[in-house]
T-cell receptor, first 112, second 113 residues
Framework: EAQVTQNPRYLITVTGKKLTVTCSQN?????MSWYRQDPGLGLRQIYYSMNVEVTDKGDVPEGYKVSRKEKRNFPLILESPSPNQTSLYFC???????????FGPGTRLTVT | GENVEQHPSTLSVQEGDSAVIKCTYS??????FPWYKQELGKRPQLIIDIRSNVGEKKDQRIAVTLNKTAKHFSLHITETQPEDSAVYFC????????????FGKGTHLIIQP
């Protein structure tokens, strides 16, 4: 089954404790993205990647890092999480251009 | 960068009536305009999209129209049903770019029985 998976689905952590949210897709897509969703703000892009070892900042990259060492995986790293990073995070992948973006199930992160 | 405005933020309609959600975009280079539906607690899912070489596209009860001159596109849902209740997001992007979608802030559609 074609899918995008994320782990963990729920995470409660404390300020400053490094964490990683994993994302994996099995559709051999070139492009992958991370979004955060906040009430009243819609979905905002954090980082995107157009291929292995090629990443770039989206609209709200501050406080986040990503890596793309393999085509299927695109982890999101919070080196020192802060309460303003409490949000719902979605990973997405697509073939590129104007093709459909497939979203993962989401990760709800709470930073206290 | 691209900026997408979406209205209204909440829309309540009687079951069986039509619903219209409107979006405007700022970047004239944008040429791809998808609409996503997000049910409570679930991921966004594509319901329809339109490219700039087309003015209108229809899929059963759902249609999207695009006015490139005005930088305006709209989602039309006819004969609304309870399962249409969800949050709808419009988005825009330039197809030749590697970055992702720029989303509107969403419309919460409520179908009243």
């Amino acid at each position: 089954e074609a899918q995008v998976t994320q782990n963990p689905r729920y995470l409660i952590t404390v300020t400053g404790k490094k964490l990683t949210v994993t994302c994996s897709q099995n559709m051999n897509h070139e492009y992958m993205s991370w979004y955060r969703q906040d009430p009243g703000l819609g979905l905002r892009q954090i980082y995107y990647s157009m291929n292995v070892e090629v990443t770039d900042k989206g609209d709200v990259p501050e406080g986040y890092k990503v890596s793309r060492k393999e085509k299927r995986n695109f982890p999101l790293i919070l080196e020192s999480p802060s309460p303003n990073q409490t949000s719902l995070y979605f990973c997405a992948s697509n073939e590129g251009g104007t093709t459909e973006q497939y979203f993962g199930p989401g990760t709800r992160l709470t930073v206290t | 960068g691209e900026n997408v405005e979406q209205h209204p933020s909440t829309l309540s309609v009687q079951e069986g009536d039509s619903a219209v959600i409107k979006c405007t975009y700022s970047d004239s280079a944008s040429n791809y305009f998808p609409w996503y539906k997000q049910e409570l607690g679930k991921r966004p899912q594509l319901i329809i999209d339109i490219r700039s070489n087309v003015g209108e596209k229809k899929d059963q009860r759902i249609a999207v129209t695009l006015n490139k001159t005005a930088k305006h596109f709209s989602l039309h849902i006819t004969e609304t049903q309870p399962e249409d209740s969800a949050v709808y997001f419009c988005a825009a992007k330039y197809g030749g770019g590697a970055d992702g979608l720029t989303f509107g802030k969403g419309t919460h559609l409520i179908i009243q029985p």
